[in-house]
């Protein structure tokens, strides 16, 4: 084999790697872009829930006592925490596009008596850098 044939043949395979990797960088971007439509709609679902029953609003009262919250409430309150460690879990994989917000969305969620009921009770299931996020969110007399 020529020397000029086996350049060719090294440049090419050298660009078919680089045109690979571009399309799977792109791929990516893509899948992460998919990934939040995905969690937005989600997230939308699940607060659509309160339009549609007005009793789940208790759960954003500053003065709610957890004591009086529902099967209903306390469930939404589960599906809502799991909601949240589902799109931590997805951020902290890198398979979302950052999700800047999302402190502050759960510190300020964090900071109502109800969902501070809810996570005292499903702390235990979830898991530790999930933990590890939420707890260092919660107002500091929890």
């Not at 350049?7 to 680089?18: D, E, F, K, M, W």
């Not at 990934?35 to 009262?61: C, G, M, P, Q, V």
């Not at 809502?80 to 950052?98: C, G, N, Q």
């Amino acid at each position: 084999m020529s020397p000029w044939f086996q350049a060719v043949q090294t440049v090419g395979i050298i660009g078919s790697l680089l045109l690979s990797a571009l399309a799977f960088r792109g791929a990516g971007r893509a899948t992460r872009v998919a990934n939040l439509f995905t969690l937005t709609a989600a997230h939308r679902d699940i607060w659509r829930r309160l339009d549609k029953d007005s009793a789940l609003e208790y759960i954003l009262d500053e003065g709610a006592d957890p004591e009086l919250l529902t099967s209903a409430q306390r469930r939404f309150l589960a599906e809502l925490i799991l909601h949240i460690s589902s799109s931590f879990e997805a951020s902290r994989l890198d398979a979302l596009v950052p999700l800047e917000g999302l402190r502050r969305d759960v510190r300020s969620l964090m900071a109502l008596p109800a969902p501070q009921a809810a996570w005292a009770e499903l702390r235990h299931l979830q898991n530790r850098e999930f933990r590890d996020f939420v707890d260092a969110l919660l107002p500091a007399h929890i």
